[in-house]
Each structure stands twice: as C-alpha cells, then as structure tokens.
C-alpha cells in the first residue's frame, strides 16, 4: 500500500527533529561570511557538518545595497500581510557525502538509549527510504543513497528563515532531503523549493535603503506660523538593487530587486502643525527630485512640500520624521520578474521651533 504525502510528512518530521536537529537550517547560522558592506556588499553562506549536525548547501550571495555581514536590512513593507518566505529547500549536498553525513546521524539516533516507538518507526523507515529504496506516492525511494549517480545531481534539504518570528512557520520545511538531477527543476511537490521568485524576496528582506535626511529651510530654527520648506536632490534620491544568487552544480539561479523612491511622506511631530500638501505626502518630480529648494523672497510662500509649525518646541525639539516609499519590482532568471509591496524607511530629524519675537513701541 503506498504511503501518502502526509504520511511522508509525518515520517520526515520525526526524523529530522529527532535524528537530524540541524538539517533544517537557520539560513544564517553557520557560514554567513560578510564581504563588504553597503552597495556593493555581499554575503556567502555554505553547507556541510559539525557535532550538532548536518546543514544545507546553499550558496545563497547578497550583493548590491545589502546590510552588512547578510543581516537583514531597512526595508518595511507597506503591506502588512507580506512576508519574506519562511523557509525554502536548497540544495545540499551530493550523494556520497549525503551518505557519509546522513547515515550517521540516523544510526547514531537508532542506537540510542530508550529510541523506540513512533520515532523509532520513523527512523527505520528514513532508513529504508535512502538505503533500500522505499518510497511512496511522488516520491522515490533511493539505493544506497544513490551514490551511484553521484556528482551528476544533489540531495536537496529544508533550510529556516532565521527572521521569520513564528517558529511553526521557520521550521515548517520538514520534507526528507530529496534528489534533483543537474539541470532538471525540483520536483512540483515541493512548493518551497528555491526559486528567483523566493530569492527576489529574499533580496528585499536584505536590502539597505539610503538614510533619508531632507534640506529644511530655515535650517537652523523654524518659527511659529512660518512655512519651513522641506525638499530632497535628485542625487541622493536614485533607485537602489540588491540581489540574491544561489550558485550550485546544475543549479544556478538569481534575481535582482529594484526599488525606485516615488515619494516623501512627512510627519511633523506635533498634531500643532499644518503640512504642505495637506496629506503629508510629497510626489517625486519629473526630474526625481522631491519638493522644491528655497530661495531668498519665498519666507510668505507656500511650499510644495513643506510644514508649518503652530506653536513653538519649547526648551525641546520636535521630531520631524521623513519617510521614503519605495516602489519595488524584480526580475530574475530565465525572464521571470514581478511587482513586490511598496516598501517604506524613514529617519528623525529634530526640528526647534521658536516664536517669532516682536518689538512694542
């Protein structure tokens, strides 16, 4: 009688949390090796095995404006509901090493004191399953690890998110490790195998967006009931990219996101402050500059994008936040590409505001 898939799900969950601790992978956790920082950094993570476990291979390499050392980096989506994958399945390694690394976690749980029962079970049968080629339904059994292809393709192995806040959701890759030949796709099963759209999401959650600090006039000190003009230069205001690429045997994908500024959202810090426009909201210009510099004569105008300030800061300041959306879109490997949630940073700049003082005759 075939074994179903969530009879598989359930063997391959007890046996990699039981036998193999670390085969689902923190992405960071090991081999996380900073090149740089900034725009033009990257990051290179490997695979391989120590005394707590077994990890994938993946090669997964940040490039372009990407945090430092691969952390994550300063983009919030403004969609709420939109997160990073949770965890994907990447390549891990080839069979005669899969062997070596495999079988000795399995035999060293099955040989433990008090190993019985449903875990047990479980391990005899990922014992089977790679030695003695039992499988079930879509999914193979292999001979002896299938050590005679290898070198000619990969076993591939769950690897966690290590941003990813729920646990259920990080260490929910918990498939067996699985063959792919060189040069053939994952099996259509495995739902999160990597993929450019998955490293296009990726490449966002570790994308570093420019601080944003706007020109203010007057610089120094604003004043009561007086418009302070607000604006940003074109040349601090380009788009940025960063990429993610996964470079294995047989195995070479990458995508690259892109984030274009399209406007300045201002919040003045107080509710006693009026802004220009009404919404707070500043649109790029046609020349990709955001507002409009001020020039000597403008005191009494209206600005484009701009605040103005209802009561004085007092022996304080007023926090003045900026924030950039960012419309952000990818492409990828083999002509793939698509849209991604619009993606926010600001900064804080204090702001003093003084009463305008007056002389009485």
């Known amino acids: 009688m075939p074994v179903t898939r969530s009879r598989r799900t359930l063997f391959g969950t007890a046996a990699l949390t039981l036998a193999l601790s670390a085969l689902v992978l923190t992405e960071t956790a090991y081999a996380a090796k900073p090149v740089g920082s900034g725009k033009g950094a990257s990051s290179e993570q490997s695979g391989g095995g120590d005394g707590k476990g077994i990890y994938a291979a993946a090669r997964i390499q940040y490039s372009g404006s990407v945090a430092k050392g691969g952390g994550r980096g300063n983009v919030t989506s403004t969609d709420v509901n939109w997160t990073p994958p949770p965890c994907w399945y990447a390549p891990y390694l080839g069979a005669k090493d899969f062997k070596k690394e495999m079988s000795k976690h399995i035999d060293s749980q099955l040989n433990a004191p008090g190993m019985g029962g449903t875990a047990g079970a479980a391990l ?76 296009a999401a990726l490449a966002y959650q570790h994308m570093q967006l420019p601080d944003t600090k706007v020109t203010l006039a007057p610089e120094a000190n604003s004043k009561v009931n007086l418009p302070t003009w607000a604006w940003l230069d074109k040349a601090v205001f380009d788009e940025v990219q960063a990429t993610a690429a996964l470079n294995v045997p047989g195995f070479n994908i990458q995508a690259t996101t892109t984030a274009r500024p399209v406007s300045l959202k201002l919040e003045p810090g107080t509710e006693d402050a009026v802004t220009y426009p009404a919404s707070g909201e500043c649109v790029i210009n046609a020349d990709d500059s955001i507002g409009e510099p001020y020039a000597k004569g403008k005191a009494d105008e209206t600005p484009p994008c701009g605040i103005r300030y209802l009561r004085s800061s007092g022996n304080g300041t007023y926090k003045l936040q900026a924030t950039i959306t960012w419309e952000i879109d990818w492409t990828g490997t083999g002509g793939a590409g698509g849209d991604l949630p619009n993606g926010t940073f600001g900064n804080d700049q204090n702001v003093i505001v003084q009463e305008i003082q007056s002389v009485n005759r």
């Open 124 to 199: 005899g049968e990922a014992k089977r399953h790679y030695e003695d080629g039992y499988g079930w339904t879509d999914t193979p059994g292999y001979k002896d690890y299938n050590v005679k292809d290898d070198g000619k393709g990969m076993f591939w192995a769950g690897v966690e998110n290590p941003d990813e806040p729920d646990y259920l959701k990080r260490t929910s890759c918990t498939d067996l490790p699985f063959w792919v030949e060189n040069g053939d796709a994952p099996p259509p099963q495995y739902e999160e195998a990597i993929s450019p759209e998955i490293l």
